[in-house]
């Protein structure tokens, strides 16, 4: 088992001070400030990385939806699949530009389950426990994904495989590995990060890394 306070404490720390990543701050426009650029994709969970053989995956959307979806893989298969380019930033101040995500778009896996009028916010659901929470409408962004490859090649267990999602506009922690379920409220909810001190929306280039910046 991890040391789950630790952990988090480490965390929080890195991404109040910076110092997970060596090297200087970068001045590309698209690096949000505060973070530094990298290329070699580094794993970031709480040490549990669930293996989820993919004749008992299955990826459900529930809540406050008219139709209740469950997939099994070969139905997600069949789905549109498109390729969006995107970056990657971690509020622990790293940044990945270019990621060639492959998947579905999120809203067309909601669009099956008809979200009834009172859907507003969304908490999505990782197979390792984990949560995090958006607005709905955050989630019809054309870039938003439920990705299975990166950089060419279906993504490894250790960052969220078979699928996670993938929300470039907010820093990373709202891209669910290892993704489960999505689930619409009414009201919105906050996910495991955002209950231990992060920022509820998460915007990178304003710097949304932690709840005491929060509009509210
Ligand atoms: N299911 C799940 N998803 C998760 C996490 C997690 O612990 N469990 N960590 C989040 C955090 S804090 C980050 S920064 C990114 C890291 O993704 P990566 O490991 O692929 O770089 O995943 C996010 N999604
Ligand atoms: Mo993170």
Redesign the pocket.
Known sequence: MPDWKKLIAGKIAVAKKGSAVPGKLNDNARVPPGQKQVDN??????GIKPEIPLEKWQLKVFGLVEKEVALDWQAFQALDHITDTSDFH???RWSQLDMDWQGVRVRDVLEMAMPLANAKFATMH?Y?G?TTNLPLEALLDDDVLIAHSVLGAPLTR???GPV?MVVPKRY??K????LKAIELHEHDKRGF?EVRGYHNDAFPFEEQRFSEDDDI
């Open positions: 994709f580094p794993v970031l969970d709480m971690c509020v622990t990782g390792d984990y250790e960052h969220g996670r990373a922690w891209g669910a590995k290892w990060w």
